[in-house]
């Protein structure tokens, strides 16, 4: 008699892409799929628990979104509980780190509930198959979820509490008007790398984003300006300032 | 706020910017001159994908990384806790009658600016303005204040407490207050010390330092300034449903000394972890909750004066529904 060996149904994708085309899971993907079912509730936890993914029997984030919610769809919620807090806890210190560059200290916090609750949600939301990229790509779905609920931060940090440089102001005479409208490049990658976030946070945050955006992203004074709607000299006089007050700091001047 | 087919064409752009990135072919350039409607979008994103490449990874010490990973667990467990609570109101009713009932909700809301109109069923984390967030707690602070600032026992502890229990109580969403395992109860740092700031500067109330007849320190201490009262018509406004409820708690807790309000905030806060986090709430758990979980200070307030608070919320039917964040362990940084 031949034995047959039921090989578990995977659920396809059913989401489409821009192109119109439906989403699909990468082979290796689904191979990882079909042998997590084959698995015991013990043996699935602690291969769940794997976080580091050189360690044998890691499993990718874009199988456990998979059997997240199968498991929510069985009914089996404990399990699948479980399964979520593992997976945020891989993801935890990525988001928080990728949050610290780009946002002030002081919104980093409020903004890391607000992705962690919403990946929480997203994944569980079983009404909806608008997440089905987190199976494909996870760490792009989780990057684009990221910035997206940075935005309104974003928008927070740039109203932040630099104010207009004194050039702005049309009263001042035109002799005290002559600050250039670039800035040379400055060397300052090498002092973001050497003393990074505990230094920029030292600046206002309008200043940070400034500083960061020249530096770190390298764009041009005049869509720096545009960006956070301040005149090109405000933007380069920030620039000087903060390009000051950072040197000072790392000379332990402040 | 863009439409789902907006954000989904979005999203689509935003995949191409990373896979030339991943390709180390950086296509910003190429792509804002085949979508220019996007062009502010990707100019951003750009910049945070450069950004998070410049700049080094900050480290986390063995301890940090645990808080950060208790804080993540509290979020999660929240998250968890709404969405099967709105999976739960759910039950019964048409998803599009639900969608749509939502939606007008925010409609109504986006126009007529009003908070109260804000439904069980929506999700949390809704509101992002942190200007609106500041300025209601100042008025909470306010009504607070305004009421209490003459008695002998009110001041910063007293005064945090009140603030706690009438956000839970209340159920006012607005506060989105942050409270971590302290000594004296759930504590919210940032928002005292930003609320009192926010009192001073419209000129409703400002703190002093209470001194006793020898001229020793005993505490701070709450003034009324010139528009003290001004708070007012943003309170009604805000919070008509609440406000009885609100008014009621904080003269319930006028005469009481401040250790009585730090065990009833504690027993509150422990029981609505508990609820959060979807584990069984008995008198016994809630005690452990606070007396193995909480802060060692807590050991030293008899066992009996726990058991009596607990029996004593649900004699007033302020029995917690599991509202608000789960509190955390104690650290500045998360």
Same mark, same amino acid.
């Given at each position: 008699?031949?034995?047959?060996?039921?090989?578990?149904?995977?659920?396809?994708?059913?989401?489409?892409?821009?192109?119109?085309?439906?989403?699909?899971?990468?082979?290796?993907?689904?191979?990882?799929?079909?042998?997590?079912?084959?698995?015991?509730?013990?043996?699935?936890?602690?291969?769940?628990?794997?976080?580091?993914?050189?360690?044998?029997?890691?499993?990718?984030?874009?199988?456990?979104?998979?059997? #997240?919610?199968?498991?929510?769809?069985?009914?089996?919620?404990?399990?699948?509980?479980?399964?979520?807090?593992?997976?945020?806890?891989?993801?935890?210190?990525?988001?928080?780190?990728?949050?610290?560059?780009?946002?002030?200290?002081?919104?980093?916090?409020?903004?890391?509930?607000?992705?962690?609750?919403?990946?929480?949600?997203?994944?569980?939301?079983?009404?909806?198959?608008?997440?089905?990229?987190?199976?494909?790509?996870?760490?792009?779905?989780?990057?684009?979820?990221?910035?997206?609920?940075?935005?309104?931060?974003?928008?927070?940090?740039?109203?932040?509490?630099?104010?207009?440089?004194?050039?702005?102001?049309?009263?001042?005479?035109?002799?005290?008007?002559?600050?250039?409208?670039?800035?040379?490049?400055?060397?300052?990658?090498?002092?973001?790398?050497?003393?990074?976030?505990?230094?920029?946070?030292?600046?206002?945050?309008?200043?940070?984003?400034?500083?960061?955006?020249?530096?770190?992203?390298?764009?041009?004074?005049?869509?720096?300006?545009?960006?956070?709607?301040?005149?090109?000299?405000?933007?380069?006089?920030?620039?000087?300032?903060?390009?000051?007050?950072?040197?000072?700091?790392?000379?332990?001047?402040? | 706020?863009?439409?789902?087919?907006?954000?989904?064409?979005?999203?689509?752009?935003?995949?191409?910017?990373?896979?030339?990135?991943?390709?180390?072919?950086?296509?910003?350039?190429?792509?804002?001159?085949?979508?220019?409607?996007?062009?502010?979008?990707?100019?951003?994103?750009?910049?945070?994908?450069?950004?998070?490449?410049?700049?080094?990874?900050?480290?986390?010490?063995?301890?940090?990384?645990?808080?950060?990973?208790?804080?993540?667990?509290?979020?999660?467990? $929240?998250?968890?806790?709404?969405?099967?609570?709105?999976?739960?109101?759910?039950?019964?009713?048409?998803?599009?009658?639900?969608?749509?009932?939502?939606?007008?909700?925010n409609a109504r809301r986006r126009r007529t600016g009003s908070a109260t109109e804000r439904t069980a069923q929506e999700k949390p984390y809704v509101s992002r303005d942190l200007s609106r967030r500041h300025i209601a707690r100042a008025v909470l602070s306010a009504e607070i204040v305004s009421r209490l600032w003459k008695e002998r026992t009110f001041g910063r502890v007293k005064h945090q407490k009140v603030v706690h229990l009438c956000e839970h109580i209340g159920q006012l969403r607005e506060i989105r207050g942050e409270y971590r395992r302290q000594a004296a109860g759930p504590l919210d740092n940032k928002l005292i010390y930003s609320v009192e700031s926010e009192l001073k500067k419209q000129n409703w109330f400002e703190t002093y330092e209470k001194k006793s007849p020898s001229g020793k320190y005993v505490g701070h201490g709450y003034r009324p300034l010139s528009n003290a009262g001004g708070h007012r018509v943003y309170f009604d406004k805000w919070w008509s449903q609440q406000s009885q409820t609100v008014v009621e708690l904080i003269e319930l807790m006028r005469p009481w000394k401040t250790e009585?309000?730090?065990?009833?905030?504690?027993?509150?806060?422990?029981?609505?972890?508990? #609820?959060?986090?979807?584990?069984?709430?008995?008198?016994?758990?809630?005690?452990?909750? #606070?007396?193995? $979980?909480?802060?060692?200070?807590?050991?030293?307030?008899?066992?009996?004066?726990?058991?009596?608070? #607990?029996?004593?919320?649900?004699?007033?039917?302020?029995?917690?529904?599991?509202?608000?964040?789960?509190?955390?362990?104690?650290?500045?940084?998360?």
């Amino acid at each position: 008699m031949q034995s047959r060996v039921a090989v578990p149904q995977i659920e396809p994708l059913s989401h489409q892409d821009g192109d119109g085309e439906e989403f699909t899971r990468s082979p290796q993907v689904e191979a990882q799929i079909i042998e997590a079912l084959s698995l015991q509730q013990p043996s699935l936890q602690q291969r769940v628990a794997i976080q580091d993914f050189r360690q044998s029997g890691y499993l990718k984030e874009e199988c456990i979104v998979y059997l #997240i919610r199968k498991l929510l769809k069985e009914g089996e919620f404990a399990l699948a509980d479980e399964l979520v807090q593992y997976l945020v806890l891989r993801i935890a210190k990525q988001v928080h780190r990728q949050l610290s560059k780009s946002l002030h200290e002081s919104l980093v916090s409020e903004c890391y509930s607000d992705v962690m609750s919403e990946v929480t949600c997203r994944i569980v939301d079983l009404s909806s198959n608008r997440d089905d990229y987190a199976q494909v790509r996870f760490g792009r779905w989780l990057t684009m979820l990221t910035f997206n609920m940075m935005r309104p931060f974003f928008r927070l940090q740039d109203r932040g509490r630099a104010s207009d440089s004194i050039d702005d102001d049309p009263e001042v005479p035109n002799e005290r008007k002559k600050v250039p409208v670039d800035c040379k490049p400055l060397p300052d990658a090498q002092l973001l790398e050497k003393e990074g976030l505990a230094l920029l946070n030292k600046l206002d945050p309008a200043k940070r984003t400034a500083f960061l955006l020249r530096h770190g992203a390298g764009w041009e004074i005049v869509a720096i300006s545009k960006h956070l709607g301040r005149s090109t000299k405000t933007i380069s006089n920030w620039l000087k300032e903060a390009q000051k007050q950072l040197q000072a700091m790392q000379r332990g001047a402040l | 706020m863009k439409t789902k087919g907006e954000q989904k064409r979005l999203d689509h752009v935003f995949d191409l910017y990373l896979a030339s990135v991943e390709a180390n072919e950086d296509s910003l350039n190429e792509l804002i001159a085949r979508f220019p409607t996007y062009e502010i979008e990707l100019r951003e994103f750009a910049a945070f994908i450069k950004i998070d490449e410049a700049l080094p990874d900050r480290d986390y010490t063995e301890q940090e990384e645990q808080l950060l990973n208790a804080r993540t667990i509290s979020i999660v467990q $929240n998250a968890l806790y709404n969405s099967r609570r709105g999976q739960a109101d759910t039950v019964g009713k048409k998803p599009a009658a639900r969608v749509l009932k939502i939606k007008a909700g925010n409609a109504r809301r986006r126009r007529t600016g009003s908070a109260t109109e804000r439904t069980a069923q929506e999700k949390p984390y809704v509101s992002r303005d942190l200007s609106r967030r500041h300025i209601a707690r100042a008025v909470l602070s306010a009504e607070i204040v305004s009421r209490l600032w003459k008695e002998r026992t009110f001041g910063r502890v007293k005064h945090q407490k009140v603030v706690h229990l009438c956000e839970h109580i209340g159920q006012l969403r607005e506060i989105r207050g942050e409270y971590r395992r302290q000594a004296a109860g759930p504590l919210d740092n940032k928002l005292i010390y930003s609320v009192e700031s926010e009192l001073k500067k419209q000129n409703w109330f400002e703190t002093y330092e209470k001194k006793s007849p020898s001229g020793k320190y005993v505490g701070h201490g709450y003034r009324p300034l010139s528009n003290a009262g001004g708070h007012r018509v943003y309170f009604d406004k805000w919070w008509s449903q609440q406000s009885q409820t609100v008014v009621e708690l904080i003269e319930l807790m006028r005469p009481w000394k401040t250790e009585r309000c730090e065990i009833l905030s504690t027993v509150y806060a422990a029981w609505n972890d508990l #609820i959060i986090w979807g584990k069984p709430v008995t008198d016994d758990s809630i005690l452990r909750e #606070i007396l193995e $979980n909480w802060h060692e200070g807590k050991r030293s307030i008899p066992e009996h004066r726990w058991r009596s608070e #607990i029996t004593w919320i649900r004699q007033k039917g302020l029995v917690p529904t599991g509202f608000g964040q789960a509190t955390a362990v104690c650290h500045s940084s998360f």
